[in-house]
C-alpha cells in the first residue's frame, strides 16, 4: 500500500506519468471520495492519486467531501499528502505560474464538514499552530531546488468559500490579515489530514492575480493559461520530492 499520496487540483485531474496497477473506490463513514483513488508508480515510486474534484472535474470547492477523501487514504495507510491548490496572487512577487509552497493558512471558508471530531467520537483539540508538516515542506523545497525550479518558500494561504473569486475589498482585507495566496480548497482538507495524523503539504499554483492586483477581470482562459505555464513545474517538483 502507498505511503504518498497527492491530491491532484484544478488542472490537475489526471497525473501523467502515473503507471496504473489499481483504482479503489473507497467507501467511508463520510461517503464516497471525490473520484476513485489511482494506485500506481511515478519515477519508480508507489503512490496513490486522487482528482479533488473528480475525474472528470465536476466538484465545486465548497461540494468536495474533504472528510471522505481524507478518510479514504487514510483507510489506504497513506503517511504524507502533497496536495496541489490553484490560488491567486495577492503579493506582485507571485506572477501567474509561479510555485508558492506556503507556510500558514487563514481559513475564510464555511459551512464546509471540517472535523472528524462530531457525533461519537471524543473531541480532541489538535494542536495547528503549524499547519503543514515541515518534513515535507522541506522535501520541496530540496526537489525544486535540484529541478531548478523557482519557487516560494513560506506564505500565507487564505482560504475562501467560492467559487465565485472576490471582490477588491476582500482582496485588501485578506492583504490586510497577512494573506499571501488565496485559494477554496485548502481548507479543511489540512485540518482533517492533521486529525488523522498524516504528515500534509501544499503546492500552489498561482493561476492569476487575485481580484483588484492586476487590470481588468479575471478570465477563465487566463487561468487556463496559467495552469498550462505551470503545472509541469508542480509536477518536476513532486517527481523529485517523492524518489
Ligand atoms: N481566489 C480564490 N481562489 C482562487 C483564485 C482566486 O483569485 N484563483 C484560483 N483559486
Do not use: W
Amino acid at each position: 500500500m502507498p505511503n504518498i499520496a497527492i491530491i491532484g487540483g484544478t488542472g490537475l485531474t489526471q497525473l501523467a506519468g502515473l503507471t496504473l496497477t489499481e483504482q479503489k473506490l473507497v467507501e467511508t463513514p463520510y461517503g464516497e471520495p471525490s473520484a476513485p483513488i489511482k494506485i500506481g508508480q511515478l519515477a519508480g515510486q508507489q503512490l496513490a492519486f486522487l482528482a479533488r474534484h473528480g475525474d472528470p472535474h465536476q466538484l465545486a470547492p465548497h461540494q468536495v467531501n474533504y472528510r471522505a477523501n481524507v478518510f479514504a487514504l487514510k483507510t489506504l495507510g497513506v503517511k504524507a499528502i502533497y496536495a496541489v491548490n490553484a490560488v491567486g496572487a495577492i503579493k506582485t512577487t507571485m506572477p501567474p505560474a509561479h510555485v508558492v509552497i506556503p507556510d500558514q493558512i487563514i481559513d475564510y471558508s464555511y459551512g464546509r464538514e471540517h472535523t472528524f471530531f462530531a457525533d461519537e467520537r471524543a473531541v480532541e483539540h489538535i494542536d495547528f499552530t503549524y499547519p503543514y508538516s515541515d518534513t515535507l515542506r522541506q522535501a520541496l523545497l530540496v526537489a525544486a531546488d535540484k529541478a531548478g525550479v523557482q519557487c516560494t518558500d513560506g506564505g500565507v494561504y487564505g482560504c475562501t468559500q467560492g467559487p465565485r473569486l472576490e471582490t477588491k475589498a476582500e482582496i485588501d482585507k485578506l492583504e490586510r490579515d497577512g494573506v499571501d495566496i488565496v485559494g477554496m480548497t485548502g481548507m479543511p482538507e489540512a485540518a482533517l489530514a492533521r486529525e488523522v495524523g498524516i504528515e500534509y503539504a501544499s503546492l500552489a499554483l498561482v493561476v492569476n492575480m487575485a481580484a483588484g492586483r492586476s487590470q481588468g477581470v479575471i478570465t477563465m482562459d487566463d487561468i487556463e493559461q496559467a495552469l498550462e505555464d505551470g503545472m509541469g513545474k508542480v509536477l518536476t517538483i513532486l517527481t523529485h520530492a517523492i524518489t
